[in-house]
């Protein structure tokens, strides 16, 4: 193809390599209008829901990424492997480690921080990016040579934003340890945990859903410790407020999250827990050209709403739209509001149970065997459907 002239175009700036801006970058690129640079610290997106097989080796590494130049060759988006040290929306630029960047519109998709609970080092979080979950992969391999070992897979909220909170990903590493260790006939020979601070983990995804994760549990011999507040981790376990302590040799602990240092050091406005305030239309509040999308943002919606990667590409999806209107000079503007729903395929290792909410319905349904492979297939569509090597399906 032909090197297109961008010189004439608007400037179209995309922060972050994740779900929410590789979206944004495709939905930019494709109306033809704009030259789009998209910002990322690491050069590959990575795929989180299918990150949940690292650790037990039930994918290797290089299927959970998704190289950004292969994308933005295929998208016709330029990809800078860059940090962003600050963002100064009065002068429309953005500061990276090696250069100032200047744009006409701006997309904040740089996903949400991870706070820092006491002991936290004793600790591995799966959220924590694709370091962690290689970390978390040759943990249980030494737990494995060792022959037994006590295994505690626990997450927390944030009180200030109850959209932070990440449980569908705690469950599915525990259930998928436990497949492997009975795949390898040794179960017998691990203690499998899980822990909460809160009495009902599981909640937000409905009744529906926690009335199947107490079962679930329950029939691998996993043990629940819930309901009383995380005081501190140690290298032997977790401690709780009622004075309970759970012995553990690997503790997986995924966070509530919180707003990035980026964010509150650039002055833009957040909500309590630090993350970017915007209006329905994806635009940050006080300003005419810059939005955020994804993690980055504070949620509007229903008192379960949870910060997901679908979510996040339709508010992408919805600042793409939403850019290319406003440099037409039009007032057409779409928000996100529709899509704030829970949509979560758990898996098991063996199968999974499909997890709807919206304000309209909600399900929970068993999905033994099939439902494994049809996380494994979204896997597959992910990569191949961004890299362009067969159309999207409306909405996925
Ligand atoms: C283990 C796991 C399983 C999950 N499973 C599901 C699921 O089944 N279904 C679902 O809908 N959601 C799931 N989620 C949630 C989903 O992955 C997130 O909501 C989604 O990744 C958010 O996308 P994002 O683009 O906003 O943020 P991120 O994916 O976090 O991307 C942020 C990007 O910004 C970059 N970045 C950050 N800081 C800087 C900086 N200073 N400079 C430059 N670049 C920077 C990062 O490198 C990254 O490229 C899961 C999450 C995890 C962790």
New binding site residues.
């Given amino acids: 193809m032909a090197a297109q002239d961008f010189s004439s175009k608007h400037h179209a700036v995309v ?8 979206e944004a970058a495709i939905g930019l690129a494709k109306s033809g209008r704009f030259r789009v640079t998209l ?4 050069d590959f ?2 795929l ?2 299918i ?2 097989w690292t650790p037990t080796r039930a994918i290797p590494t290089s299927r959970t990424r998704v190289s950004l130049a292969e994308l933005g060759r295929v998208n016709h988006f330029e990809v800078l492997v ?4 600050s963002i100064e929306t009065d002068a429309n630029s953005v500061v990276l480690g090696g250069q100032t960047l200047s744009y006409d519109y701006l997309v904040i ?4 921080g991870k706070p820092k609970p006491p002991g936290v080092e004793h600790t591995r979080s ?2 924590a ?1 694709p370091d962690a979950a290689i970390d978390i992969r040759d943990q249980l391999d030494r737990l494995l040579r060792r022959g037994e070992g006590r295994i505690a897979v626990g997450f927390g909220g944030n009180p200030k934003d109850g959209s932070a909170m ?1 449980g ?2 705690a469950f ?1 590493i525990l259930f998928n340890i436990d497949h492997l260790l009975r795949k390898k006939g040794v179960r017998d020979r691990y203690e499998l945990s899980f822990f909460a601070p809160m009495a009902t983990p599981g909640q937000r995804m409905g009744p529906k859903a926690l009335a199947k994760i107490g079962p679930m549990l329950g029939a691998r011999g996993i043990h629940q410790q819930v309901g009383s507040p995380i005081t501190g981790f140690a290298a032997d376990g977790i401690s709780f407020e009622d004075g309970t302590k759970l012995g553990a040799d690997l503790t997986l602990f ?1 966070p509530g999250a919180v707003g ?1 240092p ?1 964010i509150a050091a650039s002055g833009l406005p957040t909500n309590e827990a630090g993350f970017v305030k915007i209006d329905a239309n994806t635009l940050v509040e006080g300003t005419v050209n810059v939005y955020a ?4 943002a504070a949620l509007a919606g229903p008192e379960w709403r949870a ?6 590409e339709a508010m992408a999806h919805a600042a793409a739209h939403n850019i290319i209107k406003a440099a037409q000079g039009l007032n057409d503007r779409i928000g996100y509001a529709e899509h704030v729903s829970i ?3 758990m898996d098991t290792g063996s199968g999974g149970v499909l997890v709807y909410r919206s304000t309209k319905r909600q399900f929970a349904i068993n999905l033994p065997i099939v439902g494994h492979w049809f996380k494994r297939g979204w896997g597959f569509y992910a990569r191949n459907s961004k890299l362009r090597r067969f159309p999207r399906l409306p909405g996925l």
Avoid: M
């Avoid at 922060?15 to 929410?20: E, I, Q, R, S, V």
């Avoid at 999308?293 to 980055?296: A, Q």
């Avoid at 910060?307 to 996040?312: E, F, M, P, R, S």
């Fill in positions: 922060l972050g390599g994740g779900f929410a801006g590789v910002v990322s610290e690491r997106l990575h989180f829901p990150t949940i860059d940090s962003v040290a998709a740089l996903g949400a799966l959220c990016g990440r569908g990903p599915e995924i990035l980026v999308v994804g993690d980055v910060k997901q990667g679908h979510v996040a949509l979560c395929l």
